[in-house]
């Protein structure tokens, strides 16, 4: 498995990636993803992944202090400056239990220990992700809060970093 930036000759594979998955995490579209990659913070895919070429997976983080207009981004941001915060991780159905998640989030504690104390993100309750919560779980994520977010009730939650 190669993570690396995702290219804007990619965007329009993240977005088919990313809407595959929705309600679990916002719809996108080319606009909104370009915009995602011009915060401060990452924008990663994961790559060759079991053999297969392409996508398999992909992670936005953002760091604090930008203009990014998200209400649960803010949440965090009102609250500390020393987070990034994850706004989508997404694995391909042809990639899942691969251990694609986890590399992504390893990768992306590695880049931040010492810049930033936590990783944060949200996972939806209502509509009910069950599999992410448990994955975040397991990843050693905690809630810190719970968010009426538009139609959607989510879970916010933090991981401390070493």
């Not at 992909?58 to 209400?71: F, R």
């Not at 009910?128 to 975040?136: C, G, I, M, Q, V």
């Not at 397991?138 to 009730?153: C, N, Y």
Request: aromatic content about 8%; proline content about 4%; charged content about 20%.
């Amino acid at each position: 498995m190669i993570i690396s930036p995702i290219s804007s000759a990619e965007i329009g594979a993240a977005v088919e990636l990313n809407n595959a998955e929705v309600p679990n995490v916002v719809a996108t579209d080319l606009e909104h993803f370009a915009e995602l990659m011009s915060h401060r913070g990452v924008v990663w895919g994961a790559h060759n992944i079991g053999g297969r070429n392409g996508l398999g997976g992909m992670l936005v983080a953002v760091e604090p202090g930008t203009t990014y207009n998200s209400s649960n981004y803010q949440w965090f941001d009102d609250r500390s400056d020393d987070f990034i915060y994850v706004d989508r991780i997404v694995v391909a159905p042809a990639a899942k239990g691969q251990g694609v998640g986890r590399a992504l989030y390893e990768r992306l504690a590695a880049e931040y220990v010492g810049t930033a104390r936590q990783m944060t993100c949200e996972v939806n309750l209502d509509p009910l992700n069950e599999p992410s919560l448990a994955f975040h779980r397991a990843m050693g994520f905690g809630q810190v809060g719970i968010k009426l977010d538009g139609s959607k009730t989510v879970s916010l939650m933090a991981k401390e970093l070493a």
